[in-house]
């Protein structure tokens, strides 16, 4: 009888270890399974990242080249607007020192 139950508990030990065993090759799954997962999704992230990023560097560059064009055609527009303030003044002074000078323009 004693030899039965000694049996019997090397029995019970036996199963516990082998159960013991298999969870924590379950465990090791489970964790192995999410350490993948994490890297997918860290993969993924830095994808969608990396586009924004892209997408933001060609925006910036898009408004910067708008906004260049608009200081472009304002400076211009300024440079017009003095050189035709300044023709009348241009054009009286050359002839003023013409004269001076003694030429006379027809």
């Given at each position: 009888m004693v030899n039965l139950a000694i049996k019997r508990i090397k029995q019970v030990e036996k199963d516990c270890q082998k159960k013991l065993s298999d969870a924590h090759l379950q465990a090791e799954a489970i964790i192995q399974n999410a350490l993948k997962r994490k890297i997918e999704l860290i993969a993924q992230a830095r994808k969608e990242t990396e586009k924004r990023m892209e997408?933001?560097?060609?925006?910036?560059?898009?408004?910067?080249?708008?906004?260049?064009?608009?200081?472009?055609?304002?400076?211009?527009?300024?440079?017009?607007?003095?050189?035709?303030?300044?023709?009348?003044?241009?054009?009286?002074?050359?002839?003023?020192?013409?004269?001076?000078?003694?030429i006379q323009l027809k």
């Open positions: 997408e933001l560097a060609r925006r910036a560059e898009e408004d910067a080249r708008r906004e260049s064009k608009k200081i472009v055609d304002r400076e211009k527009e300024e440079i017009r607007n003095l050189e035709e303030k300044m023709k009348p003044r241009v054009h009286k002074s050359l002839s003023r020192i013409l004269k001076e000078i003694g």
